[in-house]
């Protein structure tokens, strides 16, 4: 079973590797290996899920070398979590690529696909600082061609903006990494969170620095105000499919804000504890309200979309941002459902847009489109889901969040964004419903699509409905995560082991 732990990298790796072969481009084959790993990819993040609700912390160390001098791989309830997402929505974004016959654009689209996801699960289960920024560049030069995938000048132009902001993201990550690394002379993640609580006086103004310059480049990461400019356009531009496996790409930088807090500049850090304590509440509020605001005044489904990932972003890390026990068990329910709505949304108005022709998804009255009925449905409840209503885990995990927060001095500015947010998400949702699918002439325009098309957005709605249905045993895995989150000794001693006194 434990190298099992190393399998969610391997075998993107090495199916990206085939798709690339001339064979592979020239036929379907790399149509079928895609599809096929994936389905074995979400059986192996299945079976590593139920691995670690044991709550027992896996290490793997590649090539048999030993932390903290050699790489190694660690698996616990929160990464475990997320690699478990990151296959789901993968697979359904998958899916829709292949129905709507967006693979067939370019033969580098499976190949991309897979190394997304080798940098998307690398980075969920790396245990050091230096492997996080390589998967992080995978995962970003990836996303680099997904996003160009399909050609057009818009996708070109918010392409170029997108690489140029990460390309400085990148930058600013290796010199917060040179900073700690100067200092600590480590880059495992549980190394270095032992020698900065033993950490001289001396040391503590550079620590900070830091861990600051690294928590701004996971805030950016994150599209947390005022660096989530990138993202509106980014998303809006690119294909229905890549947005929706884009969805997740925020949730890393929230991952990394976790992991590495918690871990490294946790309770134990000095000088340095909570290091993104002071300035991170605020700005996810602000975050909060620009998302929104952005939903309310889109002019296109997909912009609407690339808003509310904001604006749940922002509600997720203004729960992450109390560093509180049961706010980031809160946070962490939370977490897939805004993934989840985030992307359903998307694909709704990659269908939408396919079946309205020349008026694509612009939010302009228009004439009746086929399957009306089916995609005003998948509209609703994945505005039901992005806006948190009830009866769908959007409200559940919103009422967490608020019970959480009662406690903290904050609490009259988060109660108050996020209901107030709340109520400007329904207002902007139901007006982008209304002129897509109310204002509308007699006559059809465009042939039905195929039926499968819309079968991904479903299955995402079956993945949501599941988040609610069972969501007791998923609010106990939450708190289990986040329980571990706040004991960083079991993850410290499960990497170092004995060697943690010698160091």
């Known amino acids: 079973m434990m190298h099992l732990i190393v399998a969610p990298i391997l075998l993107p790796a090495i199916i990206a590797a085939l798709g690339v072969l001339r064979i592979s481009r020239a036929t379907q084959l790399g149509r079928y290996l895609s599809v096929a790993a994936m389905v074995a990819q979400v059986g192996i993040a299945v079976a590593l899920f139920l691995t670690a609700s044991d709550g027992t912390i896996r290490v793997y160390e590649m090539g048999d070398w030993r932390a903290p001098f050699g790489i190694v791989l660690v698996l616990d309830r929160l990464s475990a979590m997320m690699v478990l997402l990151t296959s789901l929505l993968a697979a359904a974004a998958l899916a829709h690529g292949v129905a709507t016959s967006l693979d067939r654009r370019g033969w580098h689209f499976h190949p991309l696909f897979q190394f997304q996801l080798l940098g998307l699960n690398g980075a969920f289960l790396t245990g050091d600082l230096f492997n996080l920024f390589v998967f992080f560049e995978v995962l970003l030069i990836a996303s680099y061609g997904l996003l160009l995938h399909g050609q057009g000048a818009a996708r070109l132009q918010a ?18 990494v040179g900073i700690l690394y100067g200092v600590t002379g480590t880059l495992n993640m549980a190394d270095m969170a032992v020698r900065i609580a033993a950490a001289p006086a001396g040391d503590q103004a550079l620590i900070r620095v830091g861990a600051q310059v690294l928590m701004a480049v996971f805030a950016l990461k994150a599209a947390l105000l005022p660096l989530h400019l990138w993202l509106p356009r980014a998303y809006s531009n690119t294909s229905g499919a890549v947005a929706a496996l884009f969805a997740i790409l925020t949730k890393v930088g929230v991952y990394s804000i976790l992991r590495v807090t918690t871990l490294v500049f946790g309770a134990d850090a000095g000088a340095v504890a909570w290091a993104p304590a002071s300035w991170m509440l605020p700005l996810a509020l602000l975050s909060l309200a620009a998302g929104f605001i952005g939903v309310l005044a889109a002019r296109r489904l997909r912009v609407l979309a690339a808003f509310g990932v904001i604006g749940s972003t922002g509600t997720l ?48 009255p228009g004439r009746t489109f086929a399957r009306r009925a089916q995609l005003s449905l998948l509209f609703l409840l994945s505005a039901i889901a992005l806006a948190g209503l009830p009866p769908l885990s959007g409200f559940i995990g919103k009422l967490l969040i608020l019970s959480t927060a009662s406690a903290s001095p904050a609490a009259p500015w988060i109660w108050g964004a996020i209901l107030v947010t709340t109520f400007l998400a329904m207002i902007g949702l139901a007006r982008a419903g209304s002129v897509v699918f109310w204002k509308v002439s007699a006559a059809e325009v465009r042939p039905p699509p195929r039926r499968w098309t819309t079968g991904p957005a479903w299955a995402i709605f079956a993945l949501l409905a599941m988040l609610t249905i069972f969501a007791g045993p998923a ?28 160091i």
């Open 475 to 502: 609010t106990d895995y939450a708190a289990a995560a986040a329980g571990q989150l706040f004991a960083p000794d079991g993850y410290i001693d499960a990497v170092l082991g004995e060697r943690r006194g010698d």
């Open 317 to 364: 890390l203004a729960a992450v941002a109390l560093f509180d026990r049961d706010a980031i068990a809160a946070a962490l329910y939370y977490l897939p459902h805004s993934t989840l709505a985030g992307a359903i949304l998307f694909l709704v108005a990659d269908l939408v847009g396919r079946a309205r022709g020349d008026l694509d998804d612009r939010l302009h």
């Open 159 to 176: 392409g170029v903006q997108y690489v140029i902001v990460n390309l400085v993201g990148s930058t600013v990550f290796l010199v917060a």
